[in-house]
């Protein structure tokens, strides 16, 4: 079996990614939490749907970026052979 080389570089990435994807959570959290009046705890004690909805964003960022990766592979030319 081979073994799998994770870089340091893709790992920042990945980070990034979750990183963001948790950050339009707490965003959205927060503008519901404004929009319908509740109060302020909630942005604590709703922590778990934030992580849970954080989880689908990055989720759903992973199947776009690699159905971006695809297609631009799919349709890359490649060099003829001589």
């Known amino acids: 079996m081979k073994d799998i080389i994770i870089t340091s570089r893709r790992q920042k990435t990945e980070l990034w990614f979750a990183a963001g994807a948790f950050v339009v959570a707490n965003i959205l959290n927060?503008?519901?939490?404004?929009?319908?009046?509740?109060?302020?705890?909630?942005?604590?004690t709703s922590i778990f749907?934030?992580?849970?909805?954080?989880?689908?964003?990055?989720?759903?960022?992973?199947?776009?970026?690699?159905?971006?990766?695809?297609?631009?592979?799919?349709?890359?030319?490649?060099?003829?052979k001589p």
Not at 30 to 44: C, D, L, N, Q, R
Not at 50 to 67: E, K, P
Request: no cysteine; aromatic share 20%.
């Open 30 to 44: 927060i503008y519901a939490i404004a929009t319908y009046g509740a109060p302020a705890k909630e942005v604590f």
């Open 49 to 80: 749907y934030v992580l849970a909805f954080t989880a689908v964003l990055y989720a759903f960022s992973v199947i776009v970026r690699l159905l971006i990766y695809s297609t631009t592979r799919l349709f890359k030319k490649k060099p003829k």
